[in-house]
């Protein structure tokens, strides 16, 4: 196998032979590159399958899909004979690096595109993309000239698929308004929804409604909460564990487990038997639900379970500060910039992960001087998200704006603030300090990049698949960085 697309890639080169550090194999591996070349070729002949390119891209996100057999019946759906995936991997540095970040963007711009669509929301233009992209990808006389636009371009599409999904999510549930989420597990059977889908929570809500179960979230879930719709429902009571990289120690537990999207560790077989993935989400000895959403698998096992006997007690987690919510209060913020009570702004965020030095993001919030705000999204959050940083204002010092395509709220918010001082973006008092794990931190970082926004410090390492060359592109355009301390970081940035 050859892979390096996410940031835990082995000795922050590739990971080869028979398995990855995700635990998928080299079989799956091969699989997922051979279903990856089918979707290029298909590109290439002009197919406007846009359902198939959608699945495929998802599927082979980090973390999704662990079944090879699963992979191969997607690509049998493609039908035509696969680009070899050699061409990209022993091509140029550069010319490698530039189709890797393409695909990649187009991997994780591919989850909101599905989420999307799971509520009945598509859009032309970001269909059609998918297959210009690949189709350039596959293109050998496709230089640096041709390929660093159409990098910029996944981020531009990618900026309209989360507005999609942002109004799909909000649309169908309302808008996201800042709640308290409480952590203690209550005694009984019980369920966890882990992922980012949130029409199968609803299914799950609904399905569950009068059994005497209760539903909680995990990870890039937690913001569910925030929305009216979902949390009417008063089994939907609190948030379970922390971020994915901790399931194999917090899922032990005596409930069932349901995920819905690419968060998937390989499970321990202490608790394989609890279990269930639905959607594109699948893995070798793990019961799957199919299309028709039937969880009554999932039910009858949290019942079967019964769960803890006595409440397990925890804390509170706040969520819900989206775009709406924020800029419902954009006149005290504004206010609070003008007296000098809010100094600046830190968006602190991204993808978790098992590397040690992600405790910097810890330290980061935890040394950020009190007169400073700290904006956050995705699972990064949970590195900081139960510190107590007091309010200015009125106002919490800590906004979690929700899951990773909510950085399509970060941007309103930034957009507005800029308006509001008739200022660019990059003059606010606004630092972006980002942590990356897989590819849709990677067409979220493009977004950023196209919409013309600078000085991100990136961590915790910088991505495998940059070149040097393209390296040097992006820290003289965008003047991108890796992250060092907080200390030095915060020292530079409010020097």
């Known amino acids: 196998m050859f892979c390096f697309q996410c940031e835990q890639t082995a000795n922050c080169k590739s990971c080869s032979g028979s398995a990855g550090v995700c635990g998928k194999s080299g079989v799956t591996a091969q699989a997922q590159d051979d279903l990856t070349g089918a979707l290029i070729s298909l590109a290439m002949s002009g197919s406007d399958d846009y359902d198939l390119f959608i699945d495929g ?3 082979t996100v980090t973390n999704v899909n662990f079944s090879s057999e699963t992979v191969k019946a997607i690509t049998k759906r493609a039908g035509s004979k696969p680009f070899d995936m050699a061409e990209i991997w022993n091509a140029d540095e550069d010319i490698r690096s530039l189709k890797s970040l393409i695909l990649f963007g187009l991997r994780g711009m591919a989850a909101y595109a ?27 006389d496709y230089g640096m000239n041709e390929l660093l636009p159409l990098v910029m371009e996944t981020g531009q599409v990618n900026y309209k698929c989360m507005a999609l999904l942002d109004k799909a999510n909000t649309e169908t549930y309302g808008s996201p308004s800042p709640v308290q989420v409480s952590t203690t597990i209550e005694k009984g059977p019980f369920i966890v929804i882990t992922g980012h889908d949130l029409k199968d ?50 899922f032990d537990a005596p409930g069932a487990f349901l995920f819905t999207t690419n968060c998937l560790m390989p499970p321990k077989k202490s608790y394989i038997d609890n279990v269930f993935t639905t959607g594109l989400v699948q893995f070798e000895g793990v019961k799957h639900i199919d299309e028709g959403k039937d969880f009554s698998p999932v039910i009858a096992r949290a019942l079967e379970l019964g769960g803890y006997k006595e409440d397990v007690k925890g804390g509170t987690l706040t969520t819900g500060f989206g775009h709406d919510a924020v800029l419902g209060v954009a006149d005290k913020v504004i206010e609070a910039v003008k007296s000098g009570a809010i100094k600046h702004f830190f968006l602190v965020g991204g993808c978790d992960g098992a590397r040690a030095g992600r405790n910097y993001y810890t330290e980061f919030v935890k040394k950020a001087p009190a007169d400073t705000i700290i904006l956050t999204l995705a699972c990064g959050k949970f590195r900081f998200n139960n510190l107590d940083l007091g309010t200015i204002g009125g106002l919490p010092r800590l906004l979690d704006m929700g899951q990773c395509n909510d950085a399509y709220s970060a941007i309103q918010v930034a957009l507005a603030l800029s308006k509001a001082f008739k200022c660019g973006v990059n003059d606010l008092p606004l630092s972006l300090v980002l942590s990356w794990y897989e590819q849709k931190a990677v067409c979220i970082l493009l977004t950023l990049l196209s919409l013309g926004i600078k000085n991100i410090r990136l961590g915790p390492t910088l991505p495998a698949f940059v070149s040097p060359n393209v ?13 060092t301390t907080p200390e030095k970081d915060l020292a530079d940035i409010l020097g």
Do not use: C
């Open 201 to 250: 929570l609803e299914l799950l809500l609904r399905q569950t409604e009068g059994k005497g179960i209760n539903v909680y979230t995990h990870g890039e879930m937690l913001p569910a909460h925030a929305y009216p719709e979902l949390r009417k429902y008063s089994h939907l009571k609190g948030n379970f564990g922390t971020a994915w990289q901790n399931q194999q120690k917090e």
């Open 114 to 140: 599905y989420h999307a669509r799971v509520l009945g929301y598509r859009d032309d233009d970001v269909n059609k993309f998918f297959v210009k992209a690949l189709a350039g990808i596959g293109r050998e």
């Open 57 to 59: 891209l998802f599927t």
């Open 471 to 483: 390296l040097k592109y992006l820290v003289e355009n965008f003047n991108i960085a890796p992250i």
